[in-house]
């Protein structure tokens, strides 16, 4: 079965740096979104992107966070300058239609802010 | 906005005896509902989910979920479960006029011998 692939499976980073979190999505899906996990919480919408802009997005995505399909192949969500709180697990998600009525996600990326 | 409600945060049970675990959601006109999986260190995987047409909805691994629109729930059962079942279950909601999923915190099914 086609899978999302997301790399790093692990990112250690100092408050303030800046880190890009990267996906593959599945070749022939449209649309892409972001997800996170904080430990023990639930897993947040960060944002979606269809047609190399964002279509919709959470208030936690706010100027720190962008998102980018630089090459038709891979998905990023960069973070600019990390704080604490944006420890978290992220899933990169696609999917063929705007439904979602098959969504894969990725394995994740966990982030550690130190 | 939409909500989903887990209230068990770990339900444990022994191999072969029947689960539940239970999903409420917020009332909305139109939404579609999701199970998803996440065995350790893997992703979400769809177990199954309700679109429309029977409430009564199979999905993989022997899961099975019924939509009951009067009580916002949307439990997810197994009648006899395995060790390979122990993972994270996660019920999420999507309205029928955004594409986003709403999730719950996650339910841990525990499964001993």
Same mark, same amino acid.
Request: proline fraction near 4%; hydrophobic fraction near 35%.
């Given at each position: 079965? =086609?899978?999302?692939?997301?790399? =790093?499976?692990?990112?250690?980073?100092? /408050?303030?740096?800046?880190?890009?979190?990267? &996906?593959?999505?599945?070749?022939?899906?449209?649309?892409?979104?972001?997800?996170?996990?904080?430990? +023990?919480?639930?897993?947040?919408?960060?944002?979606?992107?269809?047609?190399?802009?964002? $279509?919709?997005?959470?208030?936690?995505?706010?100027?720190?966070?962008?998102?980018?399909?630089?090459? +038709? $192949?891979?998905?990023?969500?960069?973070?600019? $300058?990390?704080? *604490?709180?944006?420890?978290? /697990?992220?899933? &990169?998600? $696609?999917?063929?239609?705007?439904?979602?009525?098959? *969504?894969?996600?990725?394995? +994740?990326?966990? *982030?550690?802010?130190? | 906005?939409? @909500?989903? !409600?887990?209230?068990?945060?770990?339900?444990?049970? %022994?191999?072969?005896?029947?689960?539940?675990?239970?999903? #409420?959601?917020?009332? @909305?006109?139109?939404?579609?509902?999701?199970?998803?999986?996440?065995?350790?260190?893997?992703?979400?995987?769809?177990?199954?989910?309700?679109?429309?047409?029977? !409430?009564?909805?199979?999905?993989?691994?022997?899961?099975?979920?019924?939509? #009951?629109?009067?009580?916002?729930? %949307?439990?997810?059962?197994?009648?006899?479960?395995?060790?390979?079942?122990?993972?994270?279950?996660?019920?999420?909601?999507?309205?029928?006029?955004?594409? !986003?999923?709403?999730?719950?915190?996650? !339910?841990?099914?525990?499964?001993?011998?």
């Amino acid at each position: 079965e =086609p899978e999302v692939t997301q790399t =790093p499976s692990h990112q250690v980073t100092q /408050m303030g740096q800046e880190v890009i979190l990267r &996906c593959v999505p599945i070749s022939n899906h449209l649309y892409f979104y972001w997800y996170r996990q904080i430990l +023990g919480q639930k897993v947040e919408f960060l944002v979606s992107f269809y047609n190399n802009e964002i $279509s919709e997005k959470s208030e936690i995505f706010d100027d720190q966070f962008s998102v980018e399909r630089p090459d +038709g $192949s891979n998905f990023t969500l960069k973070i600019r $300058s990390t704080k *604490l709180e944006d420890s978290a /697990m992220y899933f &990169c998600a $696609s999917s063929e239609t705007r439904r979602n009525e098959k *969504l894969f996600f990725g394995s +994740g990326t966990q *982030l550690s802010v130190l | 906005a939409q @909500s989903v !409600t887990q209230l068990d945060s770990q339900v444990p049970v %022994f191999e072969e005896a029947p689960v539940e675990l239970r999903c #409420n959601y917020s009332s @909305s006109v139109s939404v579609y509902l999701f199970w998803y999986v996440q065995y350790p260190n893997q992703g979400l995987q769809l177990l199954l989910k309700y679109l429309s047409g029977s !409430t009564l909805v199979k999905g993989i691994n022997g899961f099975e979920a019924e939509f #009951n629109k009067s009580q916002t729930s %949307f439990h997810l059962r197994k009648p006899s479960v395995h060790i390979s079942d122990t993972a994270e279950y996660f019920c999420a909601v999507m309205d029928g006029y955004r594409s !986003t999923l709403t999730f719950g915190k996650g !339910t841990m099914l525990l499964v001993s011998p």
